[in-house]
């Protein structure tokens, strides 16, 4: 079972940035595209950014034109970059593949408060 090891979160404030990283236990972006999701208190996990198999990008319409993932194949990792950081942005981040893996990461907190 491959392993997903999400970090870089924290405490930032509104308008600050982090970026995200993903590392995967070994390369599975030739078979799945990735994504990252976000679980927010006390609502549903969501995907906010995910790559498509046509090789396009999506975006939650909440992140759009502030959030950016990327990959980086040789090291089997996937990042976020988010900028312009809200409020309603707080949560836990997780990758996975999209559709998600039958199992989940640890998460990254990512807490955006003032």
């Known amino acids: 079972q491959v392993q997903l090891v999400e970090s870089g979160g924290g405490l930032v404030q509104p308008g600050g940035s982090l970026r995200l990283s993903c590392a995967a236990s070994?390369?599975?972006?030739?078979?799945?595209?990735m994504g990252w999701y976000r679980q927010a208190p006390g609502k549903q996990r969501e995907l906010v950014a995910g790559?498509?198999?046509?090789?396009?990008?999506n975006y939650a319409d909440s992140v759009k034109g502030r959030f950016t993932i990327s990959t980086d194949n040789a090291k089997n990792t996937v990042y976020l970059q988010m900028n312009s950081l809200k409020s309603e942005d707080t949560g836990v981040y997780y990758c996975?593949?999209?559709?998600?893996?039958?199992?989940w990461g640890q998460g990254t907190q990512v807490t955006v408060s003032s």
């Open positions: 996975n593949a999209v559709p998600p893996y039958g199992f």
């Open positions: 070994r390369n599975i972006f030739s078979i799945n595209v």
């Open positions: 790559f498509t198999r046509g090789g396009s990008i």
